[in-house]
Protein backbone atom coordinates (compact mmCIF):
# COMPACT_ATOMS: atom_id res chain seq x y z
CA UNK A 1 0.00 0.00 0.00
CA UNK A 2 1.81 3.12 -0.83
CA UNK A 3 1.63 5.96 1.71
CA UNK A 4 2.73 9.43 1.47
CA UNK A 5 3.30 11.80 4.21
CA UNK A 6 4.07 15.33 4.11
CA UNK A 7 5.63 17.60 6.89
CA UNK A 8 7.17 20.60 7.94
CA UNK A 9 4.27 23.24 7.13
CA UNK A 10 3.80 25.85 9.70
CA UNK A 11 3.00 29.81 9.77
CA UNK A 12 5.84 32.28 8.67
CA UNK A 13 6.20 35.85 7.97
CA UNK A 14 6.55 37.03 4.54
CA UNK A 15 9.80 36.94 3.54
CA UNK A 16 10.21 33.70 5.29
CA UNK A 17 11.27 30.01 4.29
CA UNK A 18 10.02 26.74 5.00
CA UNK A 19 10.57 22.62 4.27
CA UNK A 20 8.61 20.58 3.29
CA UNK A 21 9.17 16.76 3.50
CA UNK A 22 7.69 13.97 1.44
CA UNK A 23 8.34 10.87 2.92
CA UNK A 24 6.95 7.74 0.63
CA UNK A 25 6.27 4.24 2.03
CA UNK A 26 5.34 1.21 -0.40
CA UNK A 27 6.43 2.58 -3.57
CA UNK A 28 10.00 2.21 -5.23
CA UNK A 29 9.48 5.80 -6.71
CA UNK A 30 11.82 4.25 -9.42
CA UNK A 31 11.96 6.56 -12.85
CA UNK A 32 8.49 8.41 -11.38
CA UNK A 33 7.29 11.96 -11.16
CA UNK A 34 6.65 13.07 -8.30
CA UNK A 35 4.84 16.42 -7.39
CA UNK A 36 4.22 19.11 -4.93
CA UNK A 37 0.59 20.45 -5.21
CA UNK A 38 -0.99 23.33 -3.19
CA UNK A 39 -4.80 24.05 -2.75
CA UNK A 40 -6.90 27.02 -1.06
CA UNK A 41 -10.49 26.43 -0.28
CA UNK A 42 -13.00 27.28 -3.25
CA UNK A 43 -9.97 26.86 -5.61
CA UNK A 44 -8.70 24.09 -8.03
CA UNK A 45 -5.44 22.02 -6.81
CA UNK A 46 -2.96 24.07 -8.30
CA UNK A 47 0.53 21.92 -9.52
CA UNK A 48 3.35 23.55 -7.24
CA UNK A 49 7.04 21.31 -8.73
CA UNK A 50 7.87 18.30 -9.42
CA UNK A 51 10.62 15.93 -10.06
CA UNK A 52 11.51 13.12 -11.99
CA UNK A 53 13.01 10.47 -9.92
CA UNK A 54 16.48 9.15 -11.38
CA UNK A 55 16.67 11.68 -13.80
CA UNK A 56 16.72 14.54 -11.56
CA UNK A 57 15.03 16.82 -13.86
CA UNK A 58 12.54 18.98 -12.03
CA UNK A 59 9.59 21.27 -13.03
CA UNK A 60 7.84 24.68 -11.38
CA UNK A 61 5.26 26.53 -11.97
CA UNK A 62 5.40 30.02 -12.85
CA UNK A 63 4.38 31.95 -9.99
CA UNK A 64 7.15 29.90 -7.70
CA UNK A 65 9.99 29.83 -10.26
CA UNK A 66 13.51 31.56 -8.28
CA UNK A 67 11.74 30.56 -4.87
CA UNK A 68 10.80 27.45 -4.28
CA UNK A 69 13.58 24.16 -5.08
CA UNK A 70 12.22 20.77 -5.28
CA UNK A 71 14.72 17.94 -4.27
CA UNK A 72 14.91 14.41 -3.70
CA UNK A 73 17.02 12.09 -1.15
CA UNK A 74 16.97 8.74 -2.87
CA UNK A 75 17.95 6.73 0.16
CA UNK A 76 15.21 8.34 2.38
CA UNK A 77 12.70 7.99 -0.17
CA UNK A 78 11.25 11.90 0.74
CA UNK A 79 11.01 14.52 -1.59
CA UNK A 80 11.58 18.34 -0.26
CA UNK A 81 10.45 21.65 -1.14
CA UNK A 82 12.50 24.29 -0.06
CA UNK A 83 10.44 27.38 -0.07
CA UNK A 84 11.79 30.72 0.18
CA UNK A 85 10.73 34.35 -0.43
CA UNK A 86 7.15 33.30 0.91
CA UNK A 87 4.26 35.81 -0.23
CA UNK A 88 1.49 35.63 1.58
CA UNK A 89 -0.39 34.22 -1.85
CA UNK A 90 1.54 31.13 -1.11
CA UNK A 91 -0.84 29.78 1.73
CA UNK A 92 -2.42 27.20 1.12
CA UNK A 93 -2.32 23.16 1.91
CA UNK A 94 0.36 21.49 0.30
CA UNK A 95 0.25 18.27 -0.70
CA UNK A 96 1.82 15.44 -1.68
CA UNK A 97 2.02 13.36 -4.96
CA UNK A 98 3.10 10.64 -6.57
CA UNK A 99 2.13 7.61 -9.02
CA UNK A 100 2.05 9.41 -12.09
CA UNK A 101 0.37 8.72 -15.32
CA UNK A 102 0.12 11.39 -17.88
CA UNK A 103 1.44 14.22 -20.31
CA UNK A 104 1.45 17.29 -17.64
CA UNK A 105 2.44 17.52 -14.27
CA UNK A 106 0.35 19.68 -13.47
CA UNK A 107 -2.54 18.33 -14.09
CA UNK A 108 -3.99 16.29 -10.24
CA UNK A 109 -5.80 13.99 -12.18
CA UNK A 110 -2.44 12.08 -13.42
CA UNK A 111 -1.43 10.97 -9.90
CA UNK A 112 -2.69 8.13 -8.60
CA UNK A 113 -1.86 8.77 -4.91
CA UNK A 114 -1.60 11.63 -2.28
CA UNK A 115 -0.84 12.44 1.44
CA UNK A 116 -2.86 14.02 3.95
CA UNK A 117 -1.66 17.76 2.98
CA UNK A 118 0.49 19.81 5.28
CA UNK A 119 -0.75 23.48 6.06
CA UNK A 120 1.53 26.58 5.00
CA UNK A 121 0.57 29.87 6.43
CA UNK A 122 2.35 33.12 5.10
CA UNK A 123 1.39 36.26 7.40
CA UNK A 124 2.28 39.63 6.74
Known amino acids: QVQLVESGGGSVQAGGSLRLSCTAS????????MAWFRQIPGKEREGVAA????????FYADSVKGRFTISRDDAKNTNYLQMNSLKLEDTALYYC?????????????????WGQGTQVTVSG
Open 97 to 113: AAGYRGSDWAVPGNYAY
Open 26 to 33: GFSGRAEL
Open 51 to 58: ILIGFGST
